[in-house]
C-alpha cells in the first residue's frame, strides 16, 4: 500500500513533464490510451469483484458450501460448476476455498476444483465485464461461460476418474486462526479485499501495458499472420493468457483490444487464463502440493484450450 501510494504522488508530481513527453510521442501517446482505456474500463468491475470477495469469505464460509453438494461425484461437480456462477471472486480467492472445501477428497475433492476453475470464469461480476468489453457480440459472452463450465465440469469428472489422494502432499493447519469466526466480520472484510484489490490491480496494470505494448512495438504484419492462422492464434494467445496472468474480472477488457486477432484465439485467451496461470501454478503448488499443481496445470490448459477453440468455433465461426 505504502509504495502504491508514493507511486501515485510521483506521478502526480511529474504530471506536467510526462504529459508532454507523451504528447511529443506517436507511439507513447497510442501506448497511453490504450493502457489507460483498459486500466480505466477495468477498475470499476475490479472493485466490485473484490467487495463480493470479502463479503463471501464473512458470511459464507467453505464448510457450509460443502454441506450444500450432492455426495454423488458426477452430480456434486455439475452443483459445483453451477455454483460458481452465483460466487463472485477473483480466481485467487478460489484457490484457498477450494483448498478447504477439497478436505480428504472424493465426491467434495472433484467438486471443489470444478469450484475453483467456474467460479472466477463465469460469475455475474465477469459475464457483465464481459458484455462491457464486446459490445454488441452477445455470442463472445454465452462463448466464453460455455466454454468455462465446461472445461471445469470436464476437469471435475476427470479428477474423480483418474485423481489419486497421494498427489496432495500439502494439509490444512488443524487450527486455523485466520478464519472469520476469531475475528470481527468487518476485519476480515477489509483485509480479504484489500489484498484481493492490490494483488488483482498489480496484474491489470501488468495486461493493460502488455495490450499497450502490443499495438505500439509488434508490426501489424505478424497480428495479420498470427490472426491468418487458427491454430497459431490459438496457441500465442493462451500462451499469453498463461504469462499476463491478468485477473478475470478485467482480463475482457484486455481481449478486446486486441481488434487485430480474431474473435477466436480472443476467447481462448479469456478462457485460459482464469482456469491456469503462473499464478494460479505457484498457488496451488503451496496450498494441494507440487505433485497436484505439475499434473492438474498441463491437464487444465490442455482442456481449456482445445474446449475454448472447440466452442468458438462452434459459435462463433469467422467472427472478427
Known amino acids: 500500500m505504502e509504495v502504491l501510494v508514493f507511486g501515485l504522488v510521483g506521478f502526480a508530481i511529474a504530471g506536467t513533464w510526462l504529459r508532454a513527453v507523451v504528447v511529443n510521442s506517436t507511439a507513447l501517446s ?25 463479503l463471501i469469505a464473512v458470511f459464507v464460509p467453505p464448510e457450509r458450501l460443502a454441506r450444500m453438494l450432492p455426495r454423488r461425484s458426477a452430480a456434486a461437480v455439475l452443483a459445483a460448476g453451477v455454483a460458481g456462477a452465483a460466487l463472485p471472486g477473483c480466481e485467487c480467492g478460489s484457490v484457498p476455498v477450494a483448498r478447504r472445501l477439497f478436505g480428504d477428497g472424493g465426491a467434495a475433492g472433484a467438486a471443489a476444483l470444478t469450484f475453483m476453475l467456474a467460479a472466477p470464469a463465469i460469475n455475474p461480476v465477469v ?46 493447519a488443524a487450527h486455523d486462526s485466520h478464519r472469520p469466526e476469531a475475528r470481527s466480520k468487518w476485519l476480515v472484510f477489509c483485509e480479504v479485499a484489500r489484498h484481493d484489490f492490490l494483488q488483482a490491480a498489480a496484474y491489470l496494470v501488468v495486461g493493460a501495458a502488455a495490450a499497450a505494448a502490443l499495438h505500439v512495438l509488434v508490426p501489424p504484419w505478424i497480428f495479420e499472420n498470427v490472426g491468418a492462422h487458427l491454430v497459431l492464434g490459438v496457441v500465442v494467445m493462451a500462451a499469453l493468457a498463461v504469462t499476463l496472468a491478468v485477473c478475470s474480472e478485467a482480463d475482457a477488457f484486455v481481449a478486446s483490444s486486441l481488434t487485430m486477432l480474431p474473435l477466436i484465439p480472443r476467447l481462448v485467451f479469456l478462457v485460459v487464463g ?42 462463433l465461426g469467422g467472427s472478427r
Open 127 to 172: 459475464v457483465v465485464a464481459t458484455a462491457v468489453a464486446f459490445p454488441g457480440q452477445p455470442k463472445m459472452v454465452v462463448a466464453r461461460v460455455a466454454a468455462s463450465l465446461l472445461t471445469a465440469v470436464v476437469m471435475g469428472w476427470a479428477w474423480s476418474r483418474w485423481g489419486r489422494a497421494e498427489w496432495i502432499t500439502r494439509r490444512l
Open 30 to 54: 497510442t501506448a497511453g490510451t490504450v493502457f489507460c482505456g483498459v486500466f480505466v474500463q477495468a477498475l470499476p468491475f475490479l472493485g466490485l469483484g473484490v467487495v463480493v470477495s470479502g
Open 274 to 315: 482464469p482456469a491456469v496461470d503462473v499464478k494460479l501454478l505457484a498457488m496451488q503448488a503451496g496450498m494441494f502440493g507440487r505433485a497436484f499443481a505439475t499434473r492438474f496445470g498441463p491437464a487444465t490448459f490442455v482442456v481449456a484450450t482445445v474446449v475454448a477453440t472447440a466452442v468458438g468455433v462452434l459459435l
